[in-house]
């Protein structure tokens, strides 16, 4: 719901239980959580989770839910890998 919010109606492309099982099958991710608020940050809070990763282009942006993570990591944009242009 918060990605139609915040994109528009034509907004996620995949459904919701597809873009759980991609997320899931990467190693480095232990567990998905879906939310329906526009932003994370009650979840993070409730979570606390050690690491939040944000793409390299949130740097100079509020991050909701940062107070509550030990550290924020950014992750490379690759050209060309955008999730807008699937």
Known sequence: ASIKQLKGDSRPILPLEERIKIISELESVDFVVSFNDPTPEELIRRITPDILVKGEDWKDK?????E???EVCYAPLLEG???TNI
């Open 62 to 66: 509020q991050i909701a839910g940062a």
């Open 68 to 70: 509550y993570v030990k």
């Open 81 to 83: 890998h955008s999730t």
